[in-house]
T-cell receptor
Framework: DAMVIQNPRYQVTQFGKPVTLSCSQT?????MYWYQQKSSQAPKLLFH???????NEADTPDNFQSRRPNTSFCFLDIRSPGLGDAAMYLC????????????FGQGTRLTVV | AQSVTQLDSHVSVSEGTPVLLRCNYS??????LFWYVQHPNKGLQLLLK??????LVKGINGFEAEFKKSETSFHLTKPSAHMSDAAEYFC???????????FGAGTTVTVRA
């Protein structure tokens, strides 16, 4: 009965080779978020969608892009991964109100070789 | 803008003893506050949330937190630590007209046998 599902759990990609991470939800939530979390650090918001509206954080590198083709799915594309992009990537959803908690997926651990 | 400060980066307790994780918040408006737990290589799980109802909030796994407006604090406690409580804990805030979450830096909890 997993509600936010991320695939794959572990991804190894080559330096500079495009990679896509996927997230799906069964909660029908308006908002989907992508976070980057490096070792021993708090999650850092990259961007989010409120329905179809895309909201990029000011300091998110252009190398990171996202797609949300429908309510249930959201993708994170890294166009040219560098060694510094190795991290845990977390997808989360919420109903999009101030009092709404976020529901997180299990994360995708990205390794860049 | 809202923010949270977790006052301890690392807390070590013996099994069966109380746990206290401290969090102070800053917000221009009455905030919503959350505590999340993250076990190694896993996503974040909601422990509890405060949304302007009762100031003492009970969560899962025996955790509770008290919202103190006068002290701008939202400390997390558990009367008796279990080995399975060893994890990373994040205090998180959202504020009026803003459904984005602001994370504290996290507190690592170690439980000694």
């Amino acid at each position: 009965d997993a509600m936010v599902i991320q695939n794959p759990r572990y991804q190894v990609t080559q330096f500079g080779k495009p990679v896509t991470l996927s997230c799906s939800q069964t909660l029908n939530h308006n908002v989907m978020y992508w976070y980057q979390q490096k070792s021993s650090q708090a999650p850092k918001l990259l961007f989010h969608y409120y329905d179809k509206d895309f909201n990029n954080e000011a300091d998110t590198p252009d190398n990171f892009q996202s797609r949300r083709p429908n309510t249930s799915f959201c993708f994170l594309d890294i166009r040219s991964p560098g060694l510094g992009d190795a991290a845990m990537y977390l997808c989360a959803t919420s109903r999009g109100t101030m009092v709404s908690e976020a529901f997180f997926g299990q994360g995708t651990r990205l390794t860049v070789v | 803008a809202q923010s949270v400060t977790q006052l301890d980066s690392h807390v070590s307790v013996s099994e069966g003893t109380p746990v206290l994780l401290r969090c102070n918040y800053s917000s221009s408006y009455s905030p919503s506050l959350f505590w999340y737990v993250q076990h190694p290589n896993k996503g974040l799980q909601l422990l509890l949330k405060y949304t302007s109802a009762a100031t003492l909030v009970k969560g899962i796994n025996g955790f509770e937190a008290e919202f103190k407006k006068s002290e701008t604090s939202f400390h997390l406690t558990k009367p008796s630590a279990h080995m399975s409580d060893a994890a990373e804990y994040f205090c998180v805030v959202s504020a009026l007209n803003d459904y984005k979450l602001s994370f504290g830096a996290g507190t690592t909890v170690t439980v000694r046998a």
